[in-house]
């Protein structure tokens, strides 16, 4: 199983996802990512979810219109794992081809 990330390593893992920061208040990450209209936005949940479903990795989100808010966290390991950092890199690089 994936063991959560110390602070340190957190720290220097947020350094390479652009946009993630930390939440308040619980061990997790998040990013809001805005497109230019629903369409980008649904195209984006829609491979982000296929990705997500091959991890077997699942994100918490939210989608209003062409904004789409996207917290990660290992709910099995109760915090933000190296399996956040990656579906979060993925999620930044499907972003880019759209936004
Ligand atoms: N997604 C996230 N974000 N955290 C988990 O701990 C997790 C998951 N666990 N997706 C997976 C599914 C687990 O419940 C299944 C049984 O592998």
Known sequence: MAERLAADARKQALGGIPGWTEVGGRDAIAKTFV????????????RAALVAEKMDHHPEWRNVYKTVEVVLSTHDAGGVTALDIELAKAMNAMARSTA
């Open 35 to 46: 497109f230019k209209d629903f369409n980008e936005a649904f195209g984006f949940m829609t």
